[in-house]
């Protein structure tokens, strides 16, 4: 997995994250440069179960849970040739810096998430993620994030 154009699909995503439904928000990887950048999908949709609350005559998607994909998307550039057991390791936010919300994300958007590694450093992994509908940036931030295993 060394070039630009690796991309992984729902099931190597599966094998690589312990999140599953309702929380799993990273659908595909379009684009992995392993330790360097990611740009994953997610496909929003109206079946999403916080859309029944947030709110329901205009469904938007929480912004917290774009920043969620976004670190799923991170956990993933980290994971992608590390060997490890997703039930035994827990990837953790650690820190959420510049956090910047642009645009609604609404059902029928494509959120095309990228993230672009900075720099480990003592168990710290850092990150600047990008959000984006459209070419239009919906939601930025710089994530900060750890693995912590099962002992």
């Given at each position: 997995m060394s070039t630009e154009k690796n991309n992984l699909d729902i099931h190597r995503i599966l094998t690589l994250l312990p999140h599953r439904y309702p929380i799993l928000l990273?659908?595909?990887?379009l684009e992995l440069e392993p330790h360097k950048r990611i740009k994953a999908l997610k496909n929003v949709s109206i079946n999403e179960p916080y859309f029944?609350?947030?709110f329901p005559s205009?469904?938007?998607?929480?912004?917290?849970?774009?920043?969620?994909a976004?670190?799923?998307?991170?956990?993933l550039l980290t994971f992608s040739e590390e060997p490890h057991d997703p039930a035994s390791a827990q990837y953790l936010?650690?820190?959420i810096d510049n956090a910047r919300f642009k645009r609604v994300v609404e059902?029928?958007?494509?959120?095309?998430?990228?993230?672009?590694?900075?720099?480990?450093m003592?168990?710290?992994?850092?990150f600047t993620a990008l959000a984006e509908v459209e070419d239009?940036?919906?939601?930025?931030a710089t994530l900060m994030c750890t693995v912590r295993h099962a002992d």
């Open positions: 990273v659908d595909r990887v029944m609350g947030h205009r469904p938007v998607m929480p912004g917290v849970l774009i920043l969620e976004l670190a799923q998307a991170a956990a936010f650690v820190g059902p029928g958007d494509q959120l095309i998430l990228t993230v672009l590694f900075q720099r480990h003592r168990g710290i992994w850092k239009a940036v919906a939601a930025q």
